[in-house]
């Protein structure tokens, strides 16, 4: 049964603006995030831990904003603002802006976007085919974070930027690409005459649901939510605006090509250039689209007869069927053999209006067994908006970003200040980041989450601006030095009295090796990776698209494929591309000790390092120093150096080779913790 108090719940309220609260020792909060914070922890008696050393904070704020650690000039110039400055927050704060402005940030972070997204360059389906053009979203959300898009012009561009005005082709085309986010919707399945198109639905509508709003609306399709106040009625209301989007065909097994793209160019060039194939196209579209609307209409006479059917009766529907369907693989092959031929084109995988409809209710969530028509609407608790008559020629997805990104819903803020505090601090306000609902985990700090989601609106919806109030905090700031009694009565710091030690994903982990030796390519991606052209494509469900393009670009710039995950990625806990990826885990297993051992990067990536470090004119304490400096963002300890230039004498004699005994020294100091861990 459906919980009967749920519209009560918690994250169902309007946001709030609750003002800072009074603090007893007022020359502690650094701004209002500290005075929320310090308030519960002297109501507990919790003493906040000292504040981190600066080096200590310039590597975490480093690594937080550009998953990079700080590089030698970096430390040096940080080294010397602090000596130099009267007050040490005015150079953090600099630091903070100066970091927010590197390309970097918008890659570490679109990172973060990209998990929740669950973006891949394949498209999910038996044989998992390569979308070449997938690239391009990507590389839009890193340029948008880059900009400070301000995230309800974000989410409107993902959802409807092909329905919003543009007054250039190349803001059309970005608003295009903008909408890989429903295009990235995962396919199924290898026949193009039975595709599920409700399963493709269901991932959009799953994936809007955790990602934007918190919410598990996909559990109401086949009944009303149990818990939560989302209805059947509620999920095909958004499901009409779905199924009134046509969705980019990225290939299947006995279909091996793309149709449907989007074109990047103007309609005329476009015309222009597909004119001797047009007619042709567009006779094998439209009997193909025949064939599949006759076989979806056989399947649900299909399943409304075969009820007290005789054998002998279903024997024959089947028949009918088969035959119907025979003849759109036919029409398929017929299209895909025909689109092989014609001219590529500049396109991008996104969506375009299709057909407007209004869904019915899928009885018990089997497409073929059609219910009452829902018009096309918003979910009752959050407003419960319809699409009103002037917009019904539409698909209503532009009405639906408008309804999601209004200051009135009380989700959209909260989500994202919760997800963008969780990845600052690793863990959330409210810990189960992807479900608000009545199962999911209430916030520990209500009124914070309030402030910050109205702070958050007031400032144009600013990304940047949320992160420079969380790191400007004092409480950001902290060490993570614990304290036993605090342990005692707050084991998981709930209440934030010490900064949480994180460690370094995968991604954060090659990017800082490749830059430490030298061996970073910093330039973004701009081009598509050399995947063969759809003429020379034969992926089937026993042979998928594996291939891998290897480059020592920044992580976030290597391919990604649904079904075969890249082992380095599955060993340090990298997301899993077929759902969002709310938390990364964070496993300790022997393969990640081993990787540091015998892995061949980390070996290349050691001596790389080394060839540096034998190339400079310095004292061996010299070069271990700016060892220490580039990969613990600290200078060695005494008993370090003699213990270190000890190991390095002892390996000089036994190889008689400089260049193998610091290799071996760098490889110890990449398996440290310390490496591996952010304090």
């Excluded at 000292?50 to 904003?65: E, F, I, N, Q, W």
């Excluded at 927010?100 to 972070?109: F, I, M, N, Q, V």
């Excluded at 500049?346 to 409809?357: H, I, L, M, S």
């Excluded at 990104?405 to 505090?421: H, K, M």
């Amino acid at each position: 049964m459906p919980a009967k108090t749920s519209s009560a719940h918690w994250s169902f309220q309007p946001i709030t603006n609750p003002p800072p609260p009074a603090v007893r020792d007022e020359s502690w909060p650094l701004n209002p995030i500290d005075r929320f914070l310090q308030a519960t922890r002297e109501a507990a008696g919790l003493p906040p831990a000292p504040d981190a050393a600066p080096a200590t904070l310039l590597r975490r704020a480093s690594y937080d904003l550009t998953g990079l650690p700080p590089t030698l000039p970096e430390l040096a110039n940080f080294t010397l603002a602090i000596q130099a400055s009267e007050d040490v927050r005015d150079v953090f704060t600099a630091l903070v802006d100066r970091l927010l402005d590197s390309p970097a940030y918008g890659e570490r972070w679109g990172r973060h976007w990209l998990d929740w997204a669950r973006y891949a360059d394949t498209a999910g389906d038996n044989s998992d085919f390569p979308v070449p053009q997938a690239f391009l979203y990507r590389n839009y959300v890193i340029n948008s974070l880059n900009r400070d898009l301000p995230y309800d012009r974000f989410l409107t561009e993902q959802l409807a930027g092909d329905l919003l005005p543009a007054a250039s082709q190349e803001e059309k085309n970005r608003q295009t690409i903008a909408t890989g986010y429903l295009a990235m919707a995962r396919r199924f399945g290898s026949l193009v005459e039975t595709y599920p198109q409700h399963l493709t639905i269901e991932d959009t509508l799953d994936n809007l649901g955790r990602t934007v709003m918190g919410l598990t609306i996909s559990c109401a399709r086949c009944h009303d939510h149990k818990f939560d106040p989302v209805s059947t009625r509620d999920y095909y209301g958004l499901y009409g605006i779905f199924a009134s989007t046509r969705y980019p065909f990225p290939g299947l097994e006995l279909f091996q090509t793309q149709w449907d793209f989007v074109p990047l160019i103007p309609e005329a060039e476009v015309r222009e250039k597909l004119q001797p194939f047009q007619q042709h196209t567009d006779n094998l579209t439209t009997e193909l689209e025949k064939m599949l609307t006759a076989a979806g209409t056989k399947t649900a006479e299909n399943a409304n007869k075969s009820r007290g059917a005789s054998v002998e009766e279903q024997r024959r529907m089947k028949g009918e069927l088969a035959a119907v369907l025979g003849k759109a693989r036919k029409a398929g092959e017929n299209l895909a053999e025909h689109l092989k031929k014609t001219p590529a084109l500049p396109t991008a995988y996104a969506v375009r209006e299709g057909k407007p409809v209004n869904a019915p209710v899928q009885l018990k969530g089997e497409p073929d067994r059609p219910g009452a028509e829902v018009p096309r609407k918003f979910p009752d608790i959050l407003g419960g908006q319809v699409l009103p008559p002037e917009a019904s020629s539409g698909s209503g997805r532009l009405e639906l970003a408008g309804w999601i990104t209004s200051p009135d819903n009380p989700l959209t803020a909260r989500v994202i200040v919760n997800r963008v505090w969780q990845r600052h601090f690793g863990r959330g306000l409210v810990p189960s980041t992807s479900d608000f609902g009545l199962r999911g985990e209430a916030p520990t700090h209500p009124d914070l989450l309030d402030w910050l989601a109205t702070d958050f609106m007031s400032h144009g919806w600013s990304l940047k601006h949320l992160h420079r109030l969380i790191m400007t905090s004092r409480t950001w700031q902290l060490s993570s030095e614990a304290a036993e009694a605090n342990l005692a009565a707050d084991p998981g710091n709930t209440r934030y009295w010490k900064s949480n030690r994180q460690r370094l994903d995968a991604e954060s982990l090659r990017d800082s090796l490749l830059l430490i030796s030298g061996a970073l390519d910093p330039a973004p991606q701009t081009e598509a990776y050399p995947i063969p052209p759809s003429s020379k494509w034969e992926y089937t469900q026993h042979h998928p698209f594996k291939e891998d393009y290897p480059s020592n670009k920044r992580s976030v710039y290597q391919i990604t494929r649904r079904l075969t995950a890249q082992p380095y990625l599955q060993t340090f806990d990298g997301p899993d591309p077929n759902v969002c990826t709310a938390t990364r885990d964070t496993s300790i297993t022997a393969l990640q000790a081993l990787y540091f051992i015998n892995d061949p990067f980390l070996h290349e990536q050691a001596a790389r390092y080394a060839e540096q470090l034998t190339e400079q004119k310095l004292s061996d304490g010299q070069r271990l120093e700016n060892a220490f400096l580039s990969i613990l963002a600290r200078p060695p300890a005494p008993d370090e150096t003699l213990l270190l230039l000890t190991h390095l004498k002892t390996v000089r004699n036994q190889t008689q080779n400089d260049h193998s005994a610091w290799s071996s020294l760098i490889r110890m100091l990449f398996r440290l913790n310390e490496f591996l861990y952010l304090d």
